[in-house]
């Protein structure tokens, strides 16, 4: 099975933090306040038991500037 990665658009991103607090084990924000993958990857694979967290990083993100691709 195939997992999901998340997909951060940096054009769109303005670093609110919000997905940050919403997906900590998978995000950490970076000396500005941009999100980062935690491993250093630029599209994280998302945990199968994050999904829910991801889609609610996703659907909060006031600048549409995440998504979940499939892997």
Do not use: K, N, Y
């Not at 980062?36 to 500037?65: F, K, N, T």
């Amino acid at each position: 099975m195939t997992g999901q990665r998340l997909h951060i658009d940096w054009t769109a991103c303005d670093g609110r933090g919000t997905c940050t607090e919403l997906l900590e084990e998978v995000l950490v924000e970076d000396d500005w306040g941009f999100p980062m993958a935690r491993d250093g990857s630029a599209r994280p694979l998302v945990p199968e038991a994050l999904e829910r967290a991801a889609r609610q990083a996703v659907d909060r993100c006031p600048l549409l500037a995440l998504r979940l691709v499939r892997d």
